[in-house]
């Protein structure tokens, strides 16, 4: 027979495992990732910004650490964003090129990341987190392969490029572009220049409603991509033109969201990262930012296309007043934050990515987490960085006029370029301009053949992409 004392105890018992829980639950950090769109290394204060301010991510900089040798492995949309999210190069998930529309290509196989990938989303879900996309997605755009369906409980956003719609200058064939919610399509064509705006809204709302469970937001900016869209508030307000109004509409942003944690009582329980997909798209001239001192942009493999900026925030738990020139990427994050979050990582499931936290914490600012790291054109890597090191084997590219050079933001024709074999020391030449490499044949060696048994070990280990088959109906 069940006794008054053993009714209190069992209650006892279930409060205390329910503290216990509670207790957990607030021990993990939520996490943020900022990831804008096309913007340069060179596009906030903190990196060199003239023309513009950008006093929300200059302070988050002031209170965190900045990293000045920080590359995305791919120099396109789609690509980036796999390695972001999956921790891996991303030939190794199978999404080596950018993404199109699949209503564009009716009857065509189509890629998309893979659902067996694992995700940043995913890993946390094993915590109990709650998640949420918003933003620009492009990692498949038709409902099995949407962010609802790789971890994310909520989605809001567009599922590719915002140029990706009929009124695109230069393409044709483009669907209207989607906004969506969850896997359901809310408007088609929407005011750009809102975006950013309604981004922030509806990512604002998922802080506070969740401010007292652990949670991760991927706030995935569709700007500075082009066109350009900006909300009035920001329209004209800088010296540069319309295109550091759109960032200094994107470091609004950054500023309503810290805001919002300090307000919440969750500031020094949320870590905070910040950065870009690829570098600038030059060609759009002052629709396009800047990657200064370093040389080209987005699309080449130079360090203007990969190299951008990367603030990272935590409270109490990140040193303020940090910079550090350790090379890194964004496929860190994954195992970054699956270690923060107490999450073992599956030995079965190779990634790439390090954890970057002696950098991040100030416990080894000398760490380094790559000995060498290769810069993808599509599904061959055709450079390779080692030190300060960093090789380049012959490959085409498209660029206008060397990167330089404005075009009122309207659309230009590329020039079809050549690089040929070509060795830079980036700690004396930044902008990758004096060709050392007949000084040096005994590392072009070493760095060649290390390319090329890198690209043999992808084809051997690659992962299979999910192919799309889209009907006409």
């Given at each position: 027979?069940?006794?008054?004392?053993?009714?209190?105890?069992?209650?006892?018992?279930?409060?205390m495992?329910?503290?216990?829980?509670?207790?957990?639950?607030?021990?993990?950090?939520?996490?943020?990732?900022?990831?804008?769109?096309?913007?340069?290394?060179?596009?906030?204060g903190?990196?060199?910004?003239?023309?513009?301010?950008?006093?929300?991510?200059?302070?988050?900089?002031?209170?965190?650490?900045?990293?000045?040798?920080?590359?995305?492995?791919?120099?396109?949309?789609?690509?980036?964003?796999a390695?972001?999210?999956?921790?891996?190069?991303?030939?190794?998930?199978?999404?080596?090129?950018?993404?199109?529309?699949?209503?564009?290509?009716?009857?065509?196989?189509?890629?998309?990341?893979?659902?067996?990938?694992?995700?940043?989303?995913?890993?946390?879900?094993?915590?109990?987190?709650?998640?949420?996309?918003?933003?620009?997605?492009?990692?498949?755009?038709?409902?099995?392969?949407?962010?609802?369906?790789?971890?994310?409980?909520?989605?809001?956003?567009?599922?590719?490029?915002?140029?990706?719609?009929?009124?695109h200058?230069?393409?044709?064939?483009?669907?209207?572009?989607?906004?969506?919610?969850g896997?359901?399509?809310?408007?088609?064509?929407?005011?750009?220049?809102?975006?950013?705006t309604?981004?922030?809204?509806?990512?604002?709302?998922?802080?506070?409603?969740?401010?007292?469970?652990?949670?991760?937001?991927?706030?995935?900016?569709?700007?500075?991509?082009?066109?350009?869209?900006?909300?009035?508030?920001?329209r004209?307000?800088?010296?540069?033109?319309?295109?550091?109004?759109?960032?200094?509409?994107?470091?609004?942003?950054?500023?309503?969201?810290?805001?919002?944690?300090?307000?919440?009582?969750?500031?020094?329980?949320?870590?905070?990262?910040?950065?870009s997909?690829?570098?600038?798209w030059?060609?759009?001239?002052?629709?396009?930012?800047?990657?200064?001192?370093?040389?080209?942009?987005?699309?080449?493999?130079?360090?203007?296309?990969?190299?951008?900026?990367?603030i990272?925030?935590?409270?109490g738990?990140?040193?303020?007043?940090?910079?550090?020139?350790?090379?890194?990427?964004?496929?860190?994050?994954?195992?970054?934050v699956?270690?923060r979050a107490?999450?073992?990582?599956?030995?079965?499931?190779?990634?790439?990515?390090?954890?970057?936290?002696?950098?991040?914490?100030?416990?080894?600012?000398?760490?380094?987490?790559?000995?060498?790291?290769?810069?993808?054109?599509?599904?061959?890597p055709v450079?390779?960085?080692?030190?300060?090191?960093?090789?380049h084997?012959?490959?085409?590219y498209?660029?206008?006029?060397?990167?330089?050079?404005g075009?009122?933001?309207?659309?230009?024709?590329?020039?079809?370029?050549?690089?040929?074999?070509?060795?830079?020391?980036?700690?004396?030449?930044?902008?990758?301009?004096?060709?050392?490499?007949?000084?040096?044949?005994?590392?072009?060696?070493?760095?060649?053949?290390?390319?090329?048994?890198?690209?043999?070990?992808?084809?051997?280990?690659?992962?299979?992409?999910?192919?799309?088959?889209?009907?006409?109906?």
């Open positions: 027979m069940m006794t008054h004392k053993h009714l209190f105890s069992i209650a006892l018992l279930s409060w495992l329910g503290a216990l829980a509670a207790t957990a639950a607030a021990a993990l950090p939520n996490v943020i990732i900022i990831n804008t769109d096309d913007q340069g290394y060179a596009d906030t903190a990196y060199g910004a003239t023309d513009f301010e950008t006093p929300h991510l200059d302070k988050m900089a002031e209170e965190g650490i900045r990293f000045t040798n920080f590359y995305c492995p791919a120099n396109g949309c789609s690509p980036s964003r390695a972001l999210l999956t921790g891996c190069y991303p030939i190794r998930v199978g999404i080596p090129f950018v993404l199109g529309p699949s209503k564009k290509k009716s009857n065509k196989k189509l890629r998309a990341l893979h659902p067996d990938e694992v995700t940043i989303a995913e890993v946390l879900k094993k915590k109990d987190y709650a998640t949420a996309c918003i933003g620009k997605w492009h990692l498949g755009d038709t409902v099995p392969f949407l962010p609802t369906n790789q971890g994310f409980d909520f989605y809001f956003g567009i599922p590719y490029s915002n140029d990706m719609w009929p009124k200058p230069t393409a044709t064939g483009y669907p209207d572009l989607p906004l969506m919610e896997t359901e399509i809310i408007e088609e064509n929407p005011d750009q220049d809102q975006l950013t309604r981004y922030t809204e509806h990512a604002l709302e998922f802080i506070r409603s969740n401010a007292k469970k652990p949670f991760f937001l991927y706030l995935a900016h569709s700007m500075p991509h082009v066109p350009l869209g900006v909300s009035d508030k920001f004209g307000k800088s010296k540069q033109g319309m295109y550091g109004d759109v960032i200094m509409e994107i470091d609004w942003s950054t500023g309503e969201i810290l805001r919002a944690l300090k307000e919440l009582g969750i500031d020094e329980n949320t870590i905070v990262f910040f950065t997909d690829n570098g600038p030059l060609s759009y001239g002052d629709h396009a930012g800047s990657a200064l001192p370093l040389r080209e942009g987005k699309g080449t493999t130079w360090d203007g296309g990969h190299r951008v900026p990367c990272v925030r935590w409270p738990k990140i040193p303020p007043g940090q910079v550090s020139d350790a090379l890194v990427s964004n496929f860190d994050f994954l195992p970054t699956a270690a107490g999450v073992p990582l599956s030995e079965e499931r190779t990634i790439d990515g390090e954890d970057m936290w002696p950098l991040l914490s100030g416990e080894d600012s000398d760490a380094t987490l790559h000995e060498i790291f290769y810069f993808y054109r599509g599904a061959q450079a390779v960085r080692k030190g300060n090191w960093k090789l084997v012959p490959h085409q498209r660029s206008l006029d060397g990167g330089n050079g075009t009122g933001g309207l659309p230009v024709t590329y020039k079809q370029l050549e690089t040929p074999l070509a060795l830079y020391n980036l700690e004396s030449d930044i902008g990758e301009s004096k060709n050392v490499a007949a000084d040096h044949p005994e590392l072009v060696q070493e760095l060649t053949q290390s390319i090329e048994a890198f690209a043999k070990t992808m084809e051997q280990e690659a992962r299979p992409y999910a192919a799309v088959v889209v009907s006409d109906n």
